[in-house]
């Protein structure tokens, strides 16, 4: 898994660990395929983060630690009107297969991602806030399916 990386506004797009950028792709090469493969169609997201989804030594048992699922965080829509996507706006949670495909857009319009983990063996955990609402999530793995979302607690308007 490699990230398209875009350096300023109308400098092109850059590949490589040595450059601090927005994220605006994933490419995925495999050595049981010709070409490489892009997480999404087009290099207009941006994304806020991802990473490899592994068992913990416990739970897995063995030294591998094979990735379960790719996470990708990222924003799509200008939903705060200021012309730019950024951290800013509002993002979604997808999770793929660890060769970058089947992507599964799991939660939308999240202001913030707060913790995530794998829970249990074949179990996605998140928290994560949308308005004043911090809210929990379970996907599982083997589907992408969400098997609950709920409401931890509200944020007061005082504190």
């Known amino acids: 898994m490699m990230p398209l990386e875009a350096r300023e506004k109308g400098s092109g797009f850059s590949s490589g660990p040595n450059y601090r950028a927005e994220t605006r792709n994933l490419s995925f090469v495999s050595v049981q395929e010709a070409k490489a493969r892009w997480l999404f169609d087009k290099h207009s997201n941006l994304i806020l983060a991802f990473a490899q989804l592994r068992p913990k030594a416990e739970v897995a048992g063995n030294e591998k630690y094979p990735t379960e699922a790719i996470y990708v965080e990222y ?57 004043k609402a911090i809210r929990q999530a379970r996907v599982s793995l083997s589907s992408f399916g969400k098997e609950s979302d709920v409401e931890l607690m509200t944020i007061p308007d005082q504190l």
């Open 75 to 131: 924003v799509d829509q200008d939903t705060n009107g200021d012309g730019r996507l950024s951290a800013d706006d509002h993002s979604n949670v997808a999770l793929t297969k660890a060769n970058g495909t089947g992507m599964v857009k799991v939660l939308t319009g999240v202001n913030r991602v707060l913790s995530y983990d794998l829970d249990g063996e074949r179990q996605f955990s998140i928290i994560y806030q949308v308005g």
